[in-house]
């Protein structure tokens, strides 16, 4: 196996994978094996010995003399010296100077890193790195914390939107205040901050949105609507993402609604009774289409069951394995994974439940911790 | 001049300059000159369209035909569908059917896009497709808002420190609480989230730590130590960010400490008298290093002025014009940057005094709000 080459800043999930550091700017992890060297400069240097001091088989690196000879080169051609270029400099020197001629780069790599590379001499091939997809004992206690947010944030909303009094034109008022998707958003967003959680992107859709799975959701909420609530938290310190998805009513539903939650609930159920380690992950999307086929809702390009059934969660929001219609993967005990089916329909609404699970030997253990429950 | 093609999210700052959506999963852009092809599938369609109404010069396309057709071409030779991957595929695709043969892609293009187009038959260059230096008045205005959230933020901070009590082994104490970096942090953030900023990296180190720039800061903070906040938060709305750096202290500072900060402020005051429309960054640096200089502060490998003296502020937190050493770029009248010099010691710790300011003809306005003190 050639060695492995990143260059990329922490918030890349196979450099943080790789070295467990927390570095805004973009710095080089070579992988040979047997070691992992960090070149950094000296703005990092400090930071990273302290970090990886007392961790085996990683060796901290001080680039700044490839840096500065680099430069100098450069400057005497009258080229302008752009940091994101430059790091694939510094990396091909430094490959040149442990005589390694090939390198296996992530396929998110950027092009211009792979282009100088290779205009260096350095065969780059490209492939996944490494398989984050089973996860350690630490890493699962790490995305529980990211769970108890996500769960205090939600159980807030739905304790919001179940205290809240139905007034005109059946919107929803909570202590005097129009419930807005912007109002539960703000809610929720100050009890996942106060558990070091961002969220940017957070979906509270109601009504005809959430007939679109990806709608963010705005405007006054009104009783008897679908409620969309699709959390995805990330750890501010970790990095590790959480996800769940419940969708509530304020009052009683449509006999249509209920219907349409009846059916994605079985089917929900139906694809965790598939989880298990050494299923394919085909299988679990089939047991959900059976449900819906049953119970005779029909899927087109634009209404149905018109996304996959989940995907793995970790140090990305969406990573392997994938749960789709053709879905090959085979789940092994340790994996981190969604069951998130969903219906969309422009007269009725959406409806999506997604609970976050890890597969084990004879099914799963749900992470998730919050009832589904549609009249509120 | 070749058509240009992004594949990317609209964390992408082209993507999101480009098109003006914001879109969580990968889809692609092909700016033809004429025209600015978005093209999605049917999961973003409805939005894209809504979002886009109205705009001219765009198109929005489903891509679901394309993608289809490459899904079955793969199954029939047993592959994997990956999305990342197939999303250059149909790029391909769509640029056939169009008869485009060559096409630039920003640097930052993944590696496996690149690689596949190439593949296609497709003439990849890399470059810089927008230029987003120079900010238009709406661009501006939404900068300002994130500004304001950071102000306020910092505001909270300074006036916590100022209003604590110094306690045990000099450790400030806030209402009973200790005040840590943490306890800083979570004040700051509670603010900024109420504006619809996140702001996942955060600086508040003190002592020692902060002669390391990059140092996110923890733990109790002392009286008499310098205080170093680096607040950059980002519009979770717009994407836009703002950048500012305060460094305080509760009581009475060292003089080497007192001596540090005012050089810096000297600095600063050197950098900002050089801004204009028409000036070369590298002149900026250079006015800062000569007060350095002329103060008798001397700069290693680790210590002294360590880094650049500032950066472009938009969609990207660093972005052009980028103001150094050998800064060949010309400021040019709606630029936003930052002119932010600082000195690190280990035996002192670090004082960074950051403005970010809206380069005029005549000179610039000060967009940072925010008083320089050094003793609270």
């Given at each position: 196996m050639a060695a492995k080459l990143l260059i990329a800043a922490s918030t890349d999930a196979e450099m943080r994978y790789a070295t467990g550091l927390a570095i805004t700017d973009q710095f080089i992890l070579l992988d040979t094996g047997a070691k992992r060297y960090v070149l950094v400069s000296s703005l990092e240097y400090g930071r990273a010995k302290r970090a990886l001091r007392?961790?085996?088989g990683f060796e901290v690196v001080l680039f700044d003399k490839h840096y500065d000879a680099i430069k100098k080169a450069r400057q005497r051609k009258g080229a302008k010296v752009r940091k994101g270029s430059v790091l694939a400099l510094i990396a091909a020197a430094y490959l040149k100077e442990r005589r390694i001629e090939a390198v296996v780069m992530p396929r998110t790599a950027l092009a211009i890193h792979v282009e100088q590379l290779k205009c260096a001499g350095i065969t780059v091939g490209l492939a996944r790195?490494?398989?984050?997809?089973v996860k350690t004992k630490e890493e699962i206690e790490e995305m529980k914390k990211v769970r108890d947010a996500a769960v205090v944030a939600m159980q807030r909303c739905i304790a919001i939107i179940k205290g809240s009094k139905i007034g005109n034109k059946k919107e929803l008022v909570h202590k005097g205040e129009k419930v807005t998707s912007e109002y539960l958003r703000a809610e929720a967003r100050k009890l996942l901050v106060e558990r070091e959680c961002e969220s940017p992107e957070m979906i509270i859709s109601h009504g005809?949105?959430?007939?679109?799975?990806h709608e963010e959701g705005k405007g006054a909420i009104k009783a008897g609507e679908p409620i969309v609530m699709d959390f995805f938290p990330r750890s501010m310190t970790t990095g590790y993402w959480f996800d769940m998805t419940r969708t509530v009513c304020k009052g009683k539903p449509s006999d249509a609604l209920r219907k349409q939650w009846d059916a994605v609930k079985e089917a929900q159920d139906a694809g965790l009774k598939k989880v298990?380690?050494?299923?394919?992950?085909g299988t679990i999307h089939r047991a959900v289409l059976d449900v819906f086929a049953r119970r005779g809702y029909k899927t087109t390009t634009e209404e149905?069951?018109?996304?996959?059934?989940g995907h793995g969660v970790g140090?990305?929001?969406?990573?392997?394995?994938s749960i789709h219609d053709k879905g090959t993967e085979v789940l092994k005990a340790g994996m981190v994974i969604t069951i998130e089916p969903g219906l969309y329909y422009r007269a009725v609404g959406g409806v999506r439940l997604e609970n976050t699970v890890l597969v084990t030997t004879t099914g799963y253990k749900d992470l998730t911790r919050t009832e589904r429950v549609l009249q509120l």
């Open positions: 007392g961790k085996r790195l490494y398989d984050r997809s005809t949105q959430s007939a679109y799975p298990r380690a050494g299923v394919r992950t149905g069951y018109i996304h996959s059934t140090l990305e929001i969406h990573e392997a394995p």
